[in-house]
């Protein structure tokens, strides 16, 4: 796939930038369960190949989270997760962010992880991450 694409699935947009980023952007009113999850994970690996990336997750506050999204570890795969540079999620106060911080206290991450109330701040953090050229 090239560069900048991006790819629409159930639950969000996700778009691969140069710089080595992915964006997950959930769609308003969405049901987070895990196999919209899984489906954004594919999509991801689908997308970046064997490129290492930072991930930027966005989740708006009225998203909801189905019952099972605590159940399963979404990333086991040692490999995939070795890909993953740093992941910043931003989540708004309340459940989305209470759900967020669950989840990686549950399932920790190899990357270096930070949940954040505002997309510039997680920005900031995440530049240190980013590849300057893919050539």
């Keep these: 796939m090239m560069e900048n694409e991006m790819v629409e699935t159930r639950l969000a947009l996700i778009a691969r930038k140069a710089n080595g980023l992915v964006e ?5 009113e969405a049901l987070i ?7 954004n994970i594919r999509t991801r690996r689908q997308l970046c190949g064997e490129k290492p990336h930072a ?10 989270f189905a019952t099972t999204i605590m159940s ?7 490999e995939d997760r070795a ?4 992941i910043a999620l931003v989540a708004p106060e309340g459940i989305p962010g209470m759900m ?3 989840y990686f206290s549950c399932f920790p991450a190899v990357a270096a992880t930070r949940i954040f ?12 991450h980013l590849t300057i050229s893919e050539n």
């Design 72 to 78: 399963p570890d979404l990333m086991p795969d040692e």
């Design 55 to 64: 991930l930027l997750t966005v989740i708006p506050s009225d998203v909801q």
């Design 100 to 102: 967020a911080r669950l």
């Design 24 to 28: 997950t952007r959930f769609k308003e």
């Design 33 to 39: 369960d895990d196999e919209g999850m899984r489906e």
């Design 117 to 128: 109330s505002d997309e510039a701040t997680a920005m900031i953090w995440l530049e240190p």
């Design 83 to 86: 890909k993953i540079k740093a």
